[in-house]
């Protein structure tokens, strides 16, 4: 490839870097680590189709790719991790900002749910998909992913009913 | 939609500090980049030399085959057809003549022709 299409390609990376890594953290359950490895696997498959998508919807690849490489990931938050009935991040009075802490609690409830659930609660709810908008990306029928989506946002529900009650 | 969901809307869209793409994550992109190519050039050149070895095996088997003819596995001979007299139904001399009369006739044509000949025996079937 030619060395316009290349600094094209750099430009839209830099660009999209920041969003596609909260993406990511999101879809790995706030694994800022992982976040970059799959936001990476991403941009080099779409440095691949570059040629082809660039002038159409290179974002909307890339998210794609991301997307499904993170609902067939089974790494979960940290090697060894188990989960546990309540999440453990519950910040302290003046320890960190409420937003940050909320933040955290939110990854760590995501943390908790299967890849596919977890996916298709951030495609939902963050990125504002329809139900049949989600079920293209992911490669999945449109009843899988209202089942995904009904018992993610279920299981955070209790979750974060269960923080609530501790913190309480 | 309920409070939670909304609640939850609220907290994944909350706004977070940006990540600048650093120096050290365009050198990664492009290492992965190339290790990627580099796989994919390997791969190619896998498939091309099992395929080139799969033509030479067969380059190599076709004439054999060629010169070795069909072999004991060819088609053999069609057998012969059996030759099936087809029954003739409608052969009158059976119903026409009784069991008794035939064999008798039969008996003293055999007998005649061995001892006396062959006017001798016309005679004698004329005769009985």
Known sequence: MGRSQTE???????????????????????DRQRAEDLVQE???????????????????????????????SARRRWWGERPSEQVPEVAAVGDLSASVAERTKLEAALAQL?????????????????????????GAPIGTVRSHTRRGVERLRQIFADVNETAG | MDDFEQDLIRMLRQPQEPRPFEPRHRDQLWAAVRVRR???????????????????????????AVDAGPGPTGPGPDPAPTQVVPPTPTDPLPQQTSPG??????????????????STTSNSSSSG
């Open chain 2, 101 to 118: 009369d035939s064999t008798s006739s039969t008996t003293s044509r055999a007998t005649t022709s061995n001892s006396f000949g062959a």
């Open chain 1, 8 to 30: 094209e390609f750099e430009r839209f990376v830099a660009a999209r870097w920041s969003a596609l890594n909260q993406l990511g953290s999101l879809l790995t359950g706030g």
């Open chain 1, 114 to 138: 299967p890849p596919r659930q977890r996916a298709a609660v951030v495609l939902r709810y963050y990125q504002d998909m329809s139900e049949s908008q989600v079920a293209e990306m992911l």
């Open chain 2, 38 to 64: 580099r796989a994919r050039v390997r791969r190619i050149a896998a498939g091309s030399v099992i395929a080139v070895a799969a033509c030479a095996v067969g380059l190599v088997l076709l004439p054999r």
């Open chain 1, 42 to 72: 991403a941009l080099v498959k779409l440095w691949s189709a570059w040629p082809r998508v660039a002038d159409e919807a290179p974002e909307a690849y890339a998210r794609t790719v991301l997307a499904r490489l993170a609902a067939r």
